[in-house]
Nanobody, 125 residues
Framework: VQLQASGGGSVQAGVSLRLSCAAS????????VGWFRQAPGKEREFVAA????????YYSGSVVGRFTISRDNAKNTVYLQMNSLKPEDTAVYYCARSISIGTSNYQKPTTYDYWGQGTLVTVSS
């Protein structure tokens, strides 16, 4: 299963964007999916993750209450709804798949075995 992130853009602070992570070549429902981001000069950081069923969802503290991760397995797509965007949300956003995520590993990049190409989000003040 290959992943492709899309939906990024340049926006003003306070507005919303929705990112999509579309899968091809297989069924995304077999995988948990995580969103990570990497700002210039910084390490890649965890943003949000969702289990195969969508029952288990995790967020980083910096986005909880503003971002929502969801999935539509019928469309083979995972979404990241980003509201109230801030300049510090500026980064390249990546989606990645994992066979299994849990409370001990959802935030670790090594948990995910395939990464899609990122999509750039730029938030100006």
């Amino acid at each position: 299963v290959q992943l492709q992130a899309s939906g990024g853009g340049s926006v003003q602070a306070g507005v919303s964007l929705r990112l999509s992570c579309a899968a091809s070549g297989g069924t995304l429902s077999s995988y948990a999916v995580g969103w990570f981001r990497q700002a210039p000069g910084k390490e890649r950081e965890f943003v949000a993750a969702i289990s195969q069923s969508g029952f288990n969802i995790y967020y980083s503290g910096s986005v909880v209450g503003r971002f929502t991760i969801s999935r539509d397995n019928a469309k083979n797509t995972v979404y990241l709804q980003m509201n109230s965007l801030k300049p510090e949300d500026t980064a390249v956003y990546y989606c990645a798949r994992s066979i299994s995520i849990g409370t001990s590993n959802y935030q670790k990049p090594t948990t995910y075995d395939y990464w899609g190409q990122g999509t750039l989000v730029t938030v100006s003040s």
